[in-house]
């Protein structure tokens, strides 16, 4: 009797230790994969890749096993109160999964390094480029001589790493620079550290890759931390680039997605410019080159960013509307700004031309 009593004890004890050891590795707003913007992402992916079930899979397997090997090492506390180094030691993990799923670092203009069923579904003959010098990724692939591997650019990095962040708690946040991605770990005091998944390294913020392309003129609407809406945006505008400008082109779906993505985040300037040159350069689409909201996108993008090609956008509007004056004027004043990160120049200084013989010019892209 005594012996069932103990026994029964020692149960119970174990059992109020199980439940309070589960307890401590179970982070407050952890997620199902289900529910984790990656995942939300993926399903976006449909309108080029058809049924990405297979894909989905894999990246949930592969989130799974990153949140279980962070919980095995750290605990909820260990990650809210945490220092710098168990933000490296966190992040370290996520890459070295990324790495034994054959996921390197390359960046191109194939529609596969833009989403992340295309990212997951190609394979393709290993590049030791991608190992970046990392440690991890030169002995893994070393000792394994595989043959092929996946690529990611630094926009799927981040989107990678969110959905895990969001999965196992961890305080992740997206940022863009100009031509660049990368991870913020944000600490309970405000400060942070920055980590770039293309090499799966830390660093001080003012030595990331491209951080040497903030000016006085972008820097307004970079270096903020991305919420959800601004990440679904920002792959609504891949999406729309990828119609508007790569095979097979289709207009209505380019404007369909961009304006979905401005819905999403109105202060993209890039998506916003995009939007305003499809309606300029392709009056069959519709009329709403006429629409009011096409200078307010054009004057938005202008205030977050001083683009020569947004001063080219709107004089081409004003041009549509019958206005030269007011066309040369903005022209004029575009003409001045030394940053011109897309080289449209030559462009706008033809369109210049056409405005002072009053023509529209339409066919010069």
């Known amino acids: 009797m005594k012996l069932l009593k103990f026994l029964f004890v020692l ?18 707003s952890e997620i199902e994969f289900e529910s984790t913007t990656t995942y939300k992402l993926l399903k976006m992916d449909t309108v080029f890749y058809g049924n990405n079930e297979k894909e989905i899979a894999s990246y949930k397997k592969m989130f799974n096993k990153a949140v279980n090997r962070i919980k095995n090492k750290f605990t909820l506390d260990d990650i809210k109160n945490g220092d710098s180094l168990t933000a490296v030691s966190v992040l370290k993990i996520i890459d070295s999964i990324l790495t034994e799923e054959k996921f390197l670092f390359k960046t191109g203009q194939e529609k596969h390094f833009d989403f992340l069923t295309g990212a997951m579904r190609e394979q393709f003959y290993f590049e030791s480029a991608g190992l970046r010098k990392n440690n991890y990724r030169e002995k893994y692939w070393f000792a394994g001589k595989e043959e092929f591997c996946r690529f990611l650019d630094c926009d799927l990095y981040c989107e990678i790493y969110v959905g895990i962040g969001q999965m196992a708690g961890l305080p992740l946040k997206m940022v863009e620079i100009p031509s660049h991605n990368y991870i913020r770990w944000l600490f309970k005091n405000g400060d942070y550290i920055v980590w770039n998944g293309n090499d799966g390294k830390a660093y001080v913020e003012k030595e990331m890759e491209c951080y040497y392309k903030l ?52 202060d993209r300037p890039s998506t916003l410019n995009n939007y305003v040159w499809l309606h300029i350069m392709n009056p069959q689409l519709d009329n709403s080159f006429k629409d009011e909201n096409m200078m307010k996108y054009i004057d938005r993008a202008i205030f977050l960013e001083n683009n020569l090609n947004f001063y080219d956008a709107k004089a081409c509007l004003y041009a549509l509307q019958g206005n030269f004056d007011e066309a040369l004027k903005v022209e004029s004043e575009g003409l001045k700004l030394s940053y011109d990160p897309f080289f449209k120049r030559k462009k706008a200084q033809m369109h210049f031309q056409c405005f002072l013989n009053k023509e529209i010019c339409r066919e010069i892209l």
């Open 215 to 266: 000016t006085d003129s972008n820097q307004r609407h970079y270096l903020f931390n991305f919420n959800e809406n601004n990440i679904l945006g920002y792959y609504q505008f891949l999406i729309g680039m990828n119609f508007h400008f790569r095979n097979t082109v289709n207009l209505k779906r380019a404007k369909e997605f961009y304006k979905r993505s401005i819905e999403l985040d109105s």
């Open 11 to 28: 149960f119970c004890v174990l059992l109020s230790t199980a439940k309070t050891f589960a307890k401590k590795y179970i982070p407050e």
